[in-house]
């Protein structure tokens, strides 16, 4: 499905995706002192971290829209041969895996997903274990804030299944990972055979 929803996602206007960016912030604003009960029952993080972190993931999503509505306008490059206009624009790749980790569960979680969300790329949320309820709750606020069903995608379970078997498929041309060396390197290993 993150496949198909691609070209349709991408084709959306920037200023659309932004906005809703934009109101996925102001929703986690909206419940921020839930958002941070349910990181200290879930995760153990103190109230103070907790809070700090939904703070984090609203400025992550402000921060990527902000930047998206200056790097959707494209710009000419300095290099102009006769008879050629050269530009440079950014467009999504296609479905991103978004492999978050349980200290952080919500600001890097928003983070990553946001970013890739607002440049035009699909997103298969794959959070740690332990932190599952927080993604799911952050899941629910984004298909709220907007998001097609068909672009973001909430896929809890075992780093071994679920993270090896979405890194592994052919479809996924980004992975967007924030843990340990070892993973990560398995990741970088996985990724890279074509």
């Known amino acids: 499905r993150a496949a198909e929803a691609w070209p349709g996602w991408r084709d959306t206007a920037v200023e659309r995706r932004v906005e809703v960016l934009y109101e996925i912030a102001r929703r986690m604003r909206a419940e921020r002192d839930a958002l941070s009960c349910l990181m200290v029952r879930e995760v153990g993080k103190p109230w103070r971290e907790a809070d700090a972190d939904v703070c984090e993931a609203i400025d992550f999503c402000e921060y990527y829209g902000r930047q998206m509505l200056q790097l959707g306008q494209g710009h000419r490059l300095q290099v102009e041969l006769p008879g050629e206009r050269n530009e440079l624009s950014y467009h999504g790749r296609g479905p991103t895996v978004v492999i978050a980790p349980w200290n952080f569960p919500l600001a890097i979680l928003a983070g990553m997903a946001g970013a890739a969300l607002v440049t035009g790329n699909p997103v298969l949320l794959k959070p740690a274990e332990q932190s599952m309820a927080i993604a799911g709750r952050?899941?629910?606020?984004?298909?709220?804030?907007?998001?097609?069903?068909?672009?973001?995608?909430?896929?809890?379970?075992?780093?071994?299944t679920v993270g090896a078997a979405l890194v592994a498929d052919p479809r996924v041309?980004?992975?967007?990972?924030?843990?340990?060396?070892a993973v990560g390197l398995e990741i970088w290993r996985q990724a890279g055979i074509t």
């Open 173 to 181: 041309t980004n992975v967007a990972f924030t843990g340990s060396r």
């Open 138 to 160: 952050f899941f629910e606020i984004a298909l709220a804030a907007g998001v097609p069903p068909e672009v973001l995608h909430f896929l809890p379970g075992l780093g071994e």
